[in-house]
């Protein structure tokens, strides 16, 4: 007897989860050309799940970076938003839903993969630093920021990773090159916006430097770190499946390519001119990695 599949119609909630993770993907198209870009390398089930992740992290990072500034709202409203985007989250990992995509997306990704309370609320409390900017860090808010706002986002792509080998063991080595990349990923923006941060946000992230006497010295000391950041994040990308080691690969390498940039530019300029990989040279490297000539 010849079985015939059956098919069974989506639920309104399947519907609606598939809707927020489109919604996810969207965000993620239109503000990033680097991760976006490393992200097509992914594996799909992987891929939905990361932008599903930066999704979240860009909206909460767009509520204190301008657009609600440039909505009218005060300090304590962005406070406000802020606050109440992290209880819509933290109740979403409990519930399933959220009325808001993102969040919902965000929510059923986390709920797979062991995304928890202890990741998302340091990310959050990291914002609020940022809603109430001090003038210049401490080197105790330096990492306190750099480890809610940018090593907890790379423990959560772990283990959006290992979607795609269900077996694997996230061990303290594999966590801290993820934690690496991330605040690798978060210096090489401290140094890149230098101009936009001092200037229209007034803030300095980095301790002890003062944007209007940045020397060549200072940005060196910053750009040695973030190499090293990146050496401890390659040896444990090495151990990553295939298709996450290989988009993993890609935007390591174009974030150390514009590391050699910022290395290569005088910090005069950092502090009036934005620096990028341009255009061509990040498809040449992301097609080494994708046909193989860059390992992966």
């Known amino acids: 007897m010849r079985r015939e599949a059956v098919m069974t119609a989506p639920t ?16 993620i198209g239109r503000y990033s050309t680097s991760f976006g870009y490393a992200s097509r390398l992914l594996p799909r089930e992987v891929r ?3 932008a599903d992740v930066y999704a979240l992290v860009r909206v909460a990072d767009e ?13 304590s409203q962005v406070v406000g938003i802020l606050d109440d985007l992290e209880s819509d989250t933290l109740t979403a990992l409990r519930s399933g839903f959220s009325a808001n995509l993102v969040v919902h997306a965000f ?9 928890g309370d202890e990741l998302v609320r340091p990310f959050f409390e990291s914002m609020r630093m940022d809603a109430t900017p001090h003038p210049r860090f401490d ?6 920021y750099i480890h809610g706002s940018a090593e907890v986002v790379g423990s959560m792509c772990l283990r959006v990773f290992a979607l795609e080998h269900p077996g694997m063991v996230i061990d303290d080595e594999l966590e801290e090159g ?12 401290f140094l890149r916006d230098l101009a936009d941060d001092s200037g229209r946000l007034g803030r300095s992230y980095i301790p002890g430097l003062d944007p209007r006497t940045f020397t060549d010295r200072e940005k060196q000391a910053v750009v040695d770190e973030i190499a090293g950041d990146l050496a401890v994040a390659r040896a444990a990308i090495e151990r990553l499946p295939r298709g996450s080691r290989r988009a993993t690969t890609a935007a390591a390498a174009l974030f150390g390519r514009l590391n050699e940039q910022l290395r290569e530019t005088p910090a005069s300029r950092l502090r009036t001119t934005r620096v990028s990989v341009p255009l061509g ?11 193989g000539r860059t390992a992966a």
């Open 281 to 291: 040279r990040k498809l040449g490297i992301l097609l080494g990695v994708a046909t």
């Open 63 to 75: 509520i204190v970076d301008g657009p609600a500034d440039e909505a009218g709202l005060d300090r």
């Open 12 to 27: 309104a909630l399947d519907l609606y989860t598939r809707t927020a993770h489109a919604a996810a993907a969207h965000v």
């Open 178 to 189: 993820a934690r690496r990349l991330g605040a690798a990923f978060q210096k090489v923006n």
């Open 48 to 50: 939905g799940g990361i």
């Open 107 to 115: 929510a059923a990704t986390a709920r797979r993969t062991g995304i």
């Open 139 to 144: 080197r105790e808010q330096y990492h306190l």
